[in-house]
């Protein structure tokens, strides 16, 4: 039974790879109409701008649970520049980190027509990162040098690099995030030296009435442990009188498997969440809540994942673009 347990433990530690790297975890927020989150070249892309803010909780009933909070904002100056500034806290345990980025990015218009959405996007957002590990209740009755029984606290500066294309109800995005591939040092000889992580993703928006539907596609690659995960969603979006409501589901799968003993058998594993979404805009202000469950044999805990977003939308004075790309016209 200790060794079931214990192999629980590891699937879930490498089921989710993000919490023991640095920057923001790419879960499904960037579904709530919040692209610019993990992708830089989304800021400013509409008319005016945007404020999201996320809040995050994984498993209610476990102390110390992994959280997560994001506050972003970003908005149109000009005719083809976008800022933006982001900030995030993440906490898991004893291990915690911060975040404050600040965005430029640059968008040309390809086409001749200005309403005709035909848009190539540039991003690139720089950013200090302060991790923490608190080891004050760390107890040890055999003395481990690797413990210091303090708070212990690292900064660091790292950026991301993001481009995206977007004509009419297509999009396209990529980015890296942490480009200059450094670690922060606070592991010790466990530490890993390259955060460098891959991001494709593709869409379209099908429907010309009151009535959308949005598939798409999300792939990320960490370039340390060469895991590889892919999103599959879908969203559907209906137009009412005082704005829109909409809802959707993601299914995330790890290309590779992690393989377990119990006192029975051997068996293969993948991590696979499955994710219902649903949200709200109602004028300038957007609502959204999703709850993603993890799948398999083995887990570490029953309950799931539960996210909130908020948004407000400001500045677009009327539809910019003749598309239905509810990324771009609000």
């Not at 309403?115 to 957002?125: A, C, E, I």
């Not at 596609?217 to 009412?240: A, W």
């Amino acid at each position: 039974m200790k060794h079931y347990i214990l192999i629980t433990i590891i699937l879930v530690t490498m089921g989710f790879p993000s919490y023991s790297q640095e920057g923001i975890p790419v879960y499904s927020d960037y579904l709530s109409d919040n692209y610019y989150l993990i992708y830089p070249s989304m800021a400013g892309i509409g008319e005016g701008g945007k404020i999201r803010a996320t809040l995050r909780k994984q498993w209610f009933n476990v102390d110390e649970a992994p959280n997560l909070q994001t506050l972003n904002a970003h908005f149109k100056v000009g005719d083809r520049s976008g800022l933006g500034v982001l900030f995030f806290n993440d906490a898991n345990g004893y291990h915690s980190q911060t975040g404050l980025e600040l965005t430029y990015a640059h968008h040309l218009q390809l086409g001749s027509d200005f309403r005709s959405l035909n848009q190539l996007s540039f991003g690139l957002s720089a950013g200090m990162q302060q991790s923490n590990l608190d080891e004050t209740a760390f107890v040890s009755v055999v003395p481990d040098p690797l413990v210091t029984g303090s708070r212990n606290s690292v900064g660091y500066i790292n950026m991301d690099l993001g481009i995206s294309y977007n004509f009419l109800e297509f999009y396209a995005h990529a980015a890296v995030h942490n480009l200059l591939g450094r670690g922060r040092d606070l592991y010790s000889a466990v530490e890993a030296n390259n955060l460098r992580k891959y991001l494709i993703s593709l869409g379209y928006v099908f429907g010309k009435g009151d009535w959308q539907i949005e598939p798409s596609t999300l792939f990320q690659y960490t370039e340390f442990t060469k895991e590889k995960m892919i999103d599959i969603n879908l969203k559907s979006y209906k137009r009412v009188d005082f704005g829109t409501v909409w809802g959707g589901v993601s299914y995330r799968r790890s290309l590779e498997g992690t393989q377990y003993q119990t006192e029975i058998y051997v068996g293969n594993q993948h991590l696979q969440l499955i994710t219902p979404i649903v949200g709200v805009n109602y004028k300038q202000f957007l609502v959204s809540y999703n709850y993603s469950y993890q799948m398999g044999d083995l887990r570490f805990h029953d309950g799931g994942f539960h996210q909130l977003t908020l948004g407000y939308d400001f500045g677009q004075k009327e539809k910019r673009y003749d598309c239905k790309c509810p990324a771009v016209n609000y």
